[in-house]
């Protein structure tokens, strides 16, 4: 956990523990325990409570969800995994976890090829892009470029660190599993629901405010790749926006000085390429943010990868080099980066 969010969750304004979360018959959506929530250091604060049917109880049905699905983001960080990947949905866990029939696809697709090997025995896992991309280079003969815009866009491969996070997801307990795409959302609109709801001047609604504000910001802060604000309120989406850029520029410096001791270290060029590969990575994400209309028009419709071509450290999108006279650039908006040697 970032000392940023150590200090924010230490801050946090509170004025008494939640003793009635899961007692007072509010129940979680998406199936979440209330455990969660009973654990988790992020707390809102809740209006005294009679019986289930009173007037808070869809106030505070937005507290409960938005405190067991922030935990489980807390969760997932303190044990060392990505908390949230917001352009991961459940079709992508079932591309990467679910083995579809022999008979669906001829045996030349890549569809195939990524579930089945040469002499048809079904894989214990599918081949990622990277993986589809080194076959198609070794066995087909196609230039790097045209497999990797194969595997990109022909097949349902997804990208080796995309694929490895679906499947550990699958396999973690609840109380600390990364959000997807959807979990994302919800998570979202419950910390809209607890701003936006909070209309009164009583101590309680202040208070909350005051949280979901920082649960906006805590949450910008989580992101290593740039997102455009999720949040549809003004106050929340510049909460989220100011800190998540801070902390993409909190990267881009990690990253020179990552670079800087692995030359000075003597590491070998595979550490000082990796390095490097990592500053452009966070420049181009600052770059993103800093774009006309990247809040909240633009959409990742495609990543960049930065691999040594020939000596060079080049940028591709969706397999293309930027700059390539077939590059996808339409997908997706981002800094002319040249090669760098």
């Given at each position: 956990?970032?000392?940023?969010?150590?200090?924010?969750?230490?801050?946090?304004?509170?004025?008494?523990?939640?003793?009635?979360?899961?007692?007072?018959?509010?129940?979680?959506?998406?199936?979440?325990?209330?455990?969660?929530?009973?654990?988790?250091?992020?707390?809102?604060?809740?209006?005294?409570?009679?019986?289930?049917?009173?007037?808070?109880?869809?106030?505070?049905?937005?507290?409960?969800?938005?405190?067991?699905?922030?935990g489980r983001v807390l969760?997932?960080?303190?044990?060392?995994?990505?908390?949230?990947?917001?352009?991961?949905?459940?079709?992508?866990?079932?591309?990467?976890?679910?083995?579809?029939?022999?008979?669906?696809?001829?045996?030349?697709?890549?569809?195939?090829?990524?579930?089945?090997?040469?002499?048809?025995?079904?894989?214990?896992?599918?081949?990622?892009?990277?993986?589809?991309?080194?076959?198609?280079?070794?066995?087909?003969?196609?230039?790097?470029?045209?497999a990797r815009h194969r595997a990109a866009h022909r097949s349902h491969a997804l990208p080796a660190a995309d694929q490895a996070w679906l499947i550990g997801r699958r396999h973690t307990p609840l109380d600390r599993r990364p959000l997807n795409q959807a979990e994302f959302q919800a998570l979202v609109g419950a910390i809209e629901g607890a701003y936006q709801l909070a209309v009164g001047t009583s101590h309680v609604e202040r208070t909350n405010r005051q949280i979901a504000l920082r649960a906006a910001a805590m949450l910008g802060s989580l992101l290593n790749e740039f997102v455009a604000s999720p949040f549809t309120v003004a106050a929340l989406g510049q909460a989220f926006s100011e800190i998540h850029l801070a902390h993409l520029r909190r990267t881009i410096e990690s990253s020179r000085q990552a670079e800087s001791e692995s030359g000075v270290l003597l590491a070998g060029p595979k550490a000082w390429f990796a390095a490097k590969a990592a500053r452009m990575r966070a420049e181009h994400q600052i770059g993103l943010a800093m774009s006309p209309g990247s809040f909240p028009a633009i959409r990742l419709a495609a990543y960049p990868v930065v691999a040594v071509v020939g000596g060079k450290l080049r940028t591709f999108v969706d397999g293309w080099r930027r700059g390539h006279s077939r590059s996808r650039a339409a997908d997706v908006t981002m800094p002319a980066f040249s090669a760098i040697g």
């Open positions: 956990m970032t000392p940023a969010i150590d200090v924010m969750l230490g801050n946090l304004p509170n004025a008494h523990r939640a003793p009635l979360i899961g007692r007072r018959g509010i129940q979680p959506g998406n199936g979440h325990s209330a455990r969660v929530a009973r654990t988790s250091p992020f707390r809102f604060v809740y209006f005294t409570a009679p019986s289930e049917h009173e007037r808070h109880s869809a106030y505070h049905q937005h507290l409960v969800v938005a405190e067991i699905l922030f969760a997932a960080r303190a044990a060392g995994h990505r908390p949230i990947a917001p352009s991961l949905d459940y079709a992508a866990e079932a591309r990467a976890t679910v083995r579809p029939p022999r008979g669906m696809f001829r045996a030349a697709t890549l569809e195939y090829r990524r579930w089945y090997d040469h002499n048809g025995a079904a894989r214990t896992q599918p081949l990622t892009q990277e993986d589809l991309t080194v076959q198609l280079v070794s066995e087909n003969g196609l230039p790097l470029e045209d």
